[in-house]
T-cell receptor, first 105, second 112 residues
């Protein structure tokens, strides 16, 4: 099956800082997706990427689909306390192991 | 419109008993997925249904696990002879095609 490597596993930052996380795959993907999971909830889609090289923003979130089609990153600018949660990358039905983000007010 | 719903929200069972978990996907979504998530872990793929095609069962951990999708809509995940290591949150997701997935709230299964 698809192998997704997501890093970092966890991050602890101060409110207002920017955050970056990334994902690499062992094979080429046609779609990269980024989800956020709040405690006790199911994951919610944040950003979907469909073209190699595509850079997409959603508010303070920016994500890019790597040119090689084997990687993607997600940036969060000016973090706020409600950004806390687990962020997952996904593609072709497979999910990364997640990045746990903690924001210190 | 309604999102993905799952029932029950919580299930406590004794080791060795069978359990059934239900998923009602978003109407019109052709793809349906089951995942499980152990405490503090990522999402583990279990099974994927796409339209009338044969399901991708490659993620089912053992033959105690099975799933059906009736009429291309509702799905049931069945775990036979439950074990303590089956304890996890089981998520269902549906998708209009094989990409963007919309997740249900999950069923928390506890096997005593």
């Amino acid at each position: 099956g698809q192998q997704l490597n997501q890093s970092p596993q966890s991050m602890f930052i101060q409110e207002g800082e920017d955050v970056s996380m990334n994902c690499t795959s062992s094979s080429i993907f046609n779609t990269w997706l980024w989800y956020k999971q709040d405690p006790g909830e199911g994951p919610v889609l944040l950003i979907a990427l469909y073209k190699a090289g595509e850079l997409t923003s959603n508010g303070r979130l920016t994500a890019q689909f790597g040119i090689t089609r084997k990687d993607s990153f997600l940036n969060i600018s000016a973090s706020i306390p409600s950004d806390v949660g687990i962020y997952f990358c996904a593609g072709e039905g497979a999910f990364g192991k997640g990045t746990l983000l903690t924001v210190n007010p | 419109g309604a999102g993905v719903s799952q029932s029950p929200s919580n299930k406590v069972t004794e080791k060795g008993k069978d359990v059934e978990l239900r998923c009602d996907p978003i109407s019109g979504h052709t793809a349906l997925y089951w995942y499980r998530q152990s405490l503090g872990q990522g999402l583990e793929f279990l099974i994927y249904f796409q339209g009338n095609s044969a399901p991708d069962k490659s993620g089912l951990p053992s033959d105690r696990f099975s799933a059906e999708r009736t009429g291309g809509s509702v799905s049931t995940l069945t775990i036979q002879r439950t074990q303590q290591e089956d304890s996890a949150v089981y998520f269902c997701a549906s998708s209009p095609q094989h990409n963007e997935q919309f997740f249900g709230p999950g069923t928390r299964l506890t096997v005593l």
